[in-house]
């Protein structure tokens, strides 16, 4: 069963769980037992696809799902041509002891098709478990990644329909390009006049809108989010920690219960909890460190225990890590503070209030003993870029840059010579521009069309361009739309067919 973070909520299972969302108290859903995989357990992953790794985990925590529909779910996700690497997330040796965990080759090109691949899947058959009959209206707000990562996961999906909302000067030609041609008979996408906080502020007043909910719970319509705080889109993540591990045994780099480090480019907190998640089930990590751009509110947090969010935002080269609120270190403060709701409930007050909170003493060091972090700024991702293509031959995006260089600075100033994987995010040919200024030490790339770029990125990396952002350039527009910031709520009923 599933538990709320503040724990004034019902508990509910899995199905009801992923239903939901957020639990009603404001709190985050978490299971209320983490099970475990033993040597044995652990030893049967070994000869499995991702697809069987993946039937194996989810059943731990979903077994409210019959296991031929968990497998449903699962072949919908990871199956087909829908990833370009059969091995969906395969692992790359890159130095001696150190390796690439590619989560890049789904349909988007970044990590969050891990899970946005199944998360439709899992809540589509959650419906019918709970008997809801209403239609889900998933709304995004998006900078860029999640909005194309939630079209293609909830394209042609029973009972949803997905609005997406990206500011209208505010991504990259190649990520408004992903979402405008995006096919599909349930979505429409919407350019925003406003930056990015408009489109989810925008968001975020519909969703608290009780009179805009009621109306469109007349019309069987019933709003929902797509965001990393839904336990749906957080579970498909524990697989490749575990998967990852299966292949180093495999490829024999390691032994069986052998340890080893992560390495995360973290953002919202929601990748790296997931390798929590297998690490309290038996996976023998070591350390999940954890890496920052200079938006390093984690980082401070894990240095000295004070989470404080009134600090600068900056801009960086590795924009899905611009984030001040991390929202799903709420589960790890829940799970780490002795499963303690009140004591989660008041942090998270004094966060919305003050901005601010601070954990124990005591806490901090128990976090520390797991979480070792630190952060990069622009200069050095590039530089990083740089010397790894230099050195090794193997092109890293801005995003897995960042972990790649924490991943070093970690290990000389701790000694510890455990192998590390680096969770790597997002294909070099996502952030071309960043990766060519990178590659070839200067800026004048800025002036050409991304195709451009794309085609030189290949050209000096000797990788091929990801089919689905080779054939955007040819690709029919399907969305057209554009709206003022106070007008989305119109739009959405109007998408509805709400006329009133
Ligand atoms: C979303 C994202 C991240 C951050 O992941 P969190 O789960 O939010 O910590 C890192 N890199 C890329 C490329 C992403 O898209």
């Keep these: 069963m599933y538990v709320s973070t503040r724990g004034s909520a019902d508990k509910l299972t899995a199905a009801a769980a992923i239903a939901q969302g957020i639990a009603p108290d404001g709190g985050l859903f978490v299971p209320e037992a983490i ?3 033993d040597k044995a357990a652990l030893t049967g992953l070994l000869p499995l696809s991702y697809q069987e790794r993946a039937a194996a985990i989810l059943a731990l925590f979903l077994p409210d799902y019959t296991q031929a529909e968990l497998n449903s779910c699962i072949a919908g996700a990871y199956g087909g041509a829908k990833f370009t690497s059969p091995a969906v997330a395969p ?18 090109s970044a990590f969050k098709d891990m899970a946005l691949q199944l998360l439709p899947r899992l809540l589509s058959c959650a419906l019918n478990k709970i008997d809801e009959q209403a ?10 990644d999640t909005g194309k990562a939630a079209l293609e996961g909830f394209k042609d999906v029973e009972q949803t329909r997905v609005m997406v909302f990206y500011p209208e000067d505010g991504v990259s030609q190649i990520q408004r390009l992903q979402m405008i041609t995006q096919e599909g008979s349930n979505l429409t996408v919407f350019a925003v006049k406003g930056n990015f906080d408009d489109a989810q502020t925008g ?51 390691l032994t069986l219960g052998s340890p080893v480090n992560f390495v995360v480019p973290t953002g919202n907190f929601g990748n ?20 920052s751009n200079s938006n390093n509110v984690l980082t401070d947090f894990l240095t000295t225990g004070v989470y404080n969010r009134n600090r ?53 060091q128990a976090i520390q003993a797991i979480f070792p972090s630190g952060w990069v700024d622009d200069a050095e991702t590039a530089a990083t870029i740089g010397r790894i ?92 739309a554009v709206c003022g910031k106070h007008a989305m709520p119109d739009v959405v009923k109007a998408t509805l067919h709400i006329t009133e």
């Design 35 to 37: 099970p475990s995989v």
């Design 389 to 480: 293509h230099k050195d090794y031959g193997y092109s890293l995006d801005p995003h897995t840059a960042v972990a790649w260089k924490v991943a070093e600075d970690y290990r000389r100033k701790s000694g510890d010579t455990t192998p590390q994987v680096i969770v790597s995010t997002a294909s070099p040919f996502k952030f071309n521009e960043t990766v060519l200024a990178a590659l070839t030490e200067n800026d004048g790339v800025k002036a050409k069309s991304e195709f451009a770029a794309l085609n030189q990125l290949s050209e000096l990396t000797g990788l091929p361009i990801p089919p689905a952002l080779a054939e955007l350039e040819s690709k029919p527009v399907r969305h057209t």
């Design 91 to 108: 692992v790359t040796r890159v130095t001696d002891d150190m390796f690439a965990l590619e989560l890049w080759h789904g349909p988007t």
């Design 312 to 364: 600068q935002f900056y801009k960086t080269h590795s924009p899905s890590m611009d984030i001040l609120i991390s929202s799903n270190l709420e589960r790890l403060l829940y799970h780490m503070g002795n499963n303690d709701p009140a004591q989660v409930a008041h942090w998270m007050h004094e966060l919305s209030t003050k901005g601010e909170y601070r954990v124990s003493p005591e806490q901090l």
């Design 272 to 291: 790296i909890l997931a390798g929590y998640y297998a690490k309290c089930m038996g996976l023998p990590v070591n350390k999940l460190i954890c890496a």
């Design 203 to 253: 968001v975020k007043h519909i969703f608290n809108d009780s009179a805009f909910n009621s109306t469109l719970a007349q019309r069987g319509f019933k709003l929902s989010s797509a965001n990393s705080i839904n336990w749906g889109r957080l579970v498909p993540q524990i697989v490749y920690y575990f998967s990852a591990y299966a292949d180093l045994v495999q490829g024999k780099h």
């Design 135 to 144: 239609e889900l209206v998933i709304l995004v707000a998006t900078s860029g």
